[in-house]
């Protein structure tokens, strides 16, 4: 389902906008370098669904650019038959950050949804904007370019949030097959929480706030779903679900709304908050997302806040654009991975039956899973979350802000090393850094996870009910 935040940036005690989330899929999770590539003339890229997604579809192939940009992204290995590896988004070096949010569509269009759909998937989409949009709207018109030559291939309707340091879109795709899309523009006095992602009245034609197709009201006219007399299109009444903003979607608004009020207004500890209240955020949480929406001196500079699971229970650290390299703890393992169950590193059957050789590089078994860690450790606290959650949020919050207090010097320091022309010793701090916060907390998860053990073991509290799971009551 997903989960995006953006809040503008008239609304921050830092004075720039921030876009945040998390993923919500059960398999495995890695955190990915993607560099920057050029790709010859009639390359070509695979989109779509087969036929054993939830909605079938055929492969296809759509042009490649002539060069994609580096980015950093969350990559997973499986959700609703989507052919993997899947993303969500993440940010590029342009500036551009992507979000994916579920936003259902209504139920007559997903029943319209021809079983042999072709077009590139949310993934794709999100996968798209990152490797070829400067700003957000260059990301939003790449969205409609893109389903108006090739199509949608949906499991029921979704949505992105695009952000760059100037301004956000909020872009919704629909089922059907009938190529309907549409956004709206969030600005500097923005705040928008999406899951799912909602749009609730548009213009009657584009403008520099509102995109969509010319056939997207007449559609909606035509299959007698709206008419004119009635005032504004609704895209949330018409092609959603109808609820407009969910129950945890307009506590967060109004929350964060409040806080913007404040004389510091919204700060980081508050877009953390945002993401890591246990209210929102639990088991379905995959991973965190934090990035501050700015423009620094060098591209290699750009963060990207990163956790592991969701950050109820796990800290965000900062990653950074100009890194070379991920540790092997938080990149791919057979934790989770759709498929691995039967699969081998053994490649003995590799041409007789490709299938059985796992998809995880040898060396990575031995390396521990970032996310089993982190994901075993809430379950641990989880399951006395009244007495554990505090502490151990506590922890992990100290631990950002210690991060973010040292943050400034090292760009600093990076920056001066660019500026020097000494790009690889630039590289080469931003990755010993990400790498010694990385492992560190890793560690501390640990550490934590087996103290939690003992104490629920000697207190008789491991829960072996598959009935009765332990946790915080969530709004969603």
Not at 170 to 189: F, H, K, S, T
Not at 243 to 254: L, S
Request: proline share 7%; glycine share 10%.
């Amino acid at each position: 389902m997903s989960y995006g935040i953006y809040i503008g940036k008239n609304h921050t005690g830092a004075g720039h906008g921030w876009l945040a989330g998390y993923g919500d899929e059960p398999s495995s999770h890695w955190l990915e370098i993607v560099p920057r590539a050029t790709h010859p003339e009639g390359a070509t890229v695979t989109v779509g669904v087969d036929a054993t997604a939830e909605l079938p579809g055929r492969r296809s192939e759509i042009p490649q650019t002539g060069e994609t940009a580096r980015h950093l992204r969350v990559s997973y290995s499986y959700f609703l038959g989507m052919p993997a590896p899947i993303t969500n988004g993440g940010l590029n070096e342009h500036g551009v950050a992507v979000r994916d949010i579920w936003s259902p569509g209504r139920a007559e269009l997903k029943a319209m949804t021809p079983p042999d759909q072709t077009g590139p998937t949310y993934s794709d989409l999100a996968r798209l904007v990152l490797e070829r949009a400067r700003t957000a709207r260059e990301g939003v018109d790449l969205i409609g370019a893109l389903i108006a030559e090739h199509g949608y291939s949906c499991y029921g309707g979704n949505s992105h949030i695009i952000a760059d340091p100037d301004e956000a879109w909020v872009v919704l795709q629909y089922p059907g097959g009938r190529r309907l899309w549409v956004a709206e523009r969030l600005g500097p006095d923005s705040i928008r929480a999406s899951r799912p992602g909602y749009i609730t009245a548009i213009s009657s034609a584009p403008t520099d706030d509102f995109q969509f197709p010319a056939h997207f009201i007449s559609t909606a006219a035509d299959l007698g779903w709206y008419d004119p007399a009635q005032g504004p299109f609704n895209p949330n009444a018409v092609y959603g679900d109808g609820k407009g903003r969910w129950q945890g979607v307009a506590w967060m608004e109004d929350e964060l709304r409040a806080r913007a009020n404040r004389p510091g207004k919204i700060g980081f500890e508050d877009v953390v908050w945002a993401i890591a209240t246990e209210r929102l955020t639990g088991d379905t949480a995959g991973y965190g997302q934090i990035v501050p929406l700015v423009h620094p001196s060098h591209d290699a500079l750009r963060v990207m806040w990163h956790a592991p699971v969701g950050a109820v229970t796990a800290p965000l650290v900062p990653v950074f654009l100009g890194m070379t390299t991920v540790p092997a703890e938080y990149g791919p393992h057979r934790f989770l991975t759709a498929g691995e169950a039967s699969r081998f590193h053994d490649r003995r059957k590799a041409v007789t039956r490709p299938n059985s050789v796992s998809s995880v590089p040898q060396g990575a078994e031995i390396t521990r899973s970032a996310m089993q860690v982190f994901k075993h450790l809430m379950h641990a606290v989880f399951q006395d979350h009244a007495r554990h959650l505090p502490l151990v949020q506590a922890h992990w919050r100290a631990h950002e802000a210690a991060f973010a207090a040292e943050l400034p010097d090292l760009l600093r320091t990076a920056e001066i090393l660019l500026d020097a022309g000494e790009a690889r010793l630039a590289t080469r701090l931003l990755d010993e850094h990400a790498r010694t916060r990385l492992l560190g907390t890793l560690d501390d998860a640990e550490h934590l996870l087996r103290g939690l053990e003992a104490l629920l073991r000697v207190g008789g509290k491991l829960n072996f009910d598959c009935l009765d799971y332990k946790g915080p009551a969530q709004i969603w």
